[in-house]
């Protein structure tokens, strides 16, 4: 009885992590995130656009406006949650991919360098497909996106310290064909 008691708490709280990390669609930047801003170059990863994305929802998004948009998401450690400063540039990636179905992106995953390998590429994947879904939830295809983790292998910034760590927990978009 205790088993099943334990079993349906942990389903029941994760429903409630699930809910809680989808309930919410603000575009504000949380001011206490690690990561690069807007236009920040981080060691090879390009971070482009405003923190809020600049198009407005429902808008026509060209291959122009693309150049405006982040194309490199910030995780936090250990979690696979897009962060909510991410939200109006995907979505507005989502909208182009819908808009343009014979474009194609690829969801390249990272992790630092902390964990084992096996574990984070499995968390590098996760991240992909937290970003992949957001894309699919917004009117992308699934059949457009391939995703990819690189786990540890491909740090933006080398370092061991916690600002370089910061800067390897991203996705990265990279647009196969416009």
């Known amino acids: 009885m205790q088993v099943s008691n334990l079993t349906k708490s942990v389903m029941i709280s994760a429903a409630m992590i699930l809910a809680a990390g989808c309930s919410t669609t603000s575009t504000t930047t949380d001011a206490g995130t690690a990561g690069a801003g807007a236009g920040a170059q ?25 150049k ?7 995780f936090d450690f250990d979690q696979s949650v897009v962060r909510q400063e991410g939200f109006a540039d995907l979505e507005a990636h989502a909208r182009y991919l819908s808009q343009n179905p014979s474009a194609s992106v690829r969801l390249e ?8 390998r096996e574990y984070n590429i499995a968390l590098g994947e996760r991240r992909a497909q937290s970003v992949e879904r957001l894309l699919v939830v917004n009117g992308a295809s699934a059949n457009q996106i391939e ?9 933006a910034v080398l370092g061991h310290d916690a600002q370089s760590w910061s800067q390897n927990r991203r996705v990265e978009l990279k647009y196969q064909s416009k």
Request: hydrophobic share 30%; glycine share 20%; no cysteine.
């Open 109 to 116: 995953g990272h992790a630092d360098e902390r964990g084992t």
């Open 147 to 155: 995703t990819v983790s690189y786990g540890e292998e491909k740090p």
């Open 68 to 74: 405006q948009l982040r194309t490199v998401f910030y």
């Open 42 to 66: 981080v060691g090879g990863a390009s971070s482009y656009g405003t923190a809020g994305g600049g198009l407005s929802s429902g808008a026509i998004v060209t291959a122009e406006d693309l």
